[in-house]
T-cell receptor, first 113, second 114 residues
Framework: DAGVIQSPRHEVTEMGQEVTLRCKPI?????LFWYRQTMMRGLELLIY????????DSGMPEDRFSAKMPNASFSTLKIQPSEPRDSAVYFC???????????FGPGTRLTVL | AQKVTQAQTEISVVEKEDVTLDCVYE???????LFWYKQPPSGELVFLIR??????QNEISGRYSWNFQKSTSSFNFTITASQVVDSAVYFC???????????FGKGTKLTVNP
């Protein structure tokens, strides 16, 4: 079975531009997570969905960030407008059931100039 | 609040040495879950193990073993006879408090030299 799929793998954009990151979870998984990894803050959760419903978005930095999960096989994380401090690796992960292991995608390395 | 501390920032060993990575956690929950993940230089996060708070049995998987001690709030990870391919950053993580969110430690970078 394919793992979690993320696109794009790398994104370089200029400050002020809109950025959309995409994620396809493992088929059959009902929870989806977005994490961000930076040198300063380490790995931190931005938001997670259970059965396509947002459960915890307390980690979303500010209104510039939004996430959607229109169906069980697709989620997006959007940053508008982007800022240099948003530069990070963004990981999507999925899991089956509750409190089970999360399987991570390869990540999207975002650079905002 | 939940917290995970990995006090060892970097460890360097020579191949075939045993190495233990420390993880100390803080939580007020009686039910919680502990995890270890590996992040090799290629950058992906690889799941290694999950433990719930009611299961204190140690676990062994090949050269990997885990020691969970509730009395000291620790969940340590030992690699026996380390190999160069074990070089990676290892993260300990915790979930609970009614949330599936993983709270990660800062990670320990392990370098195994030939």
């Amino acid at each position: 079975d394919a793992g979690v799929i993320q696109s794009p793998r790398h994104e370089v954009t200029e400050m002020g531009q809109e950025v959309t990151l995409r994620c396809k979870p493992i088929s059959g998984h009902n929870s989806l997570f977005w994490y961000r990894q930076t040198m300063m803050r380490g790995l931190e959760l931005l938001i997670y969905f259970n059965n396509n419903v947002p459960i915890d978005d307390s980690g979303m930095p500010e209104d510039r960030f939004s996430a959607k999960m229109p169906n069980a096989s697709f989620s997006t994380l959007k940053i508008q407008p982007s800022e240099p401090r948003d530069s990070a690796v963004y990981f999507c992960a999925s899991s089956f059931g509750r409190y089970n292991e999360q399987f991570f995608g390869p990540g999207t390395r975002l650079t905002v100039l | 609040a939940q917290k995970v501390t990995q006090a060892q920032t970097e460890i360097s060993v020579v191949e075939k040495e045993d190495v233990t990575l420390d993880c100390v956690y803080e939580t007020r929950d009686t039910t919680y879950y502990l995890f270890w993940y590996k992040q090799p230089p290629s950058g992906e996060l690889v799941f290694l193990i999950r433990r719930n708070s009611f299961d204190e049995q140690n676990e062994i998987s090949g050269r990997y073993s885990w020691n969970f001690q509730k009395s000291t709030s620790s969940f340590n990870f030992t690699i026996t006879a380390s190999q160069v391919v074990d070089s990676a950053v290892y993260f300990c993580a915790l979930s609970g408090n009614g949330s599936e969110k993983l709270v990660f430690g800062k990670g320990t970078k392990l370098t195994v030299n030939p």
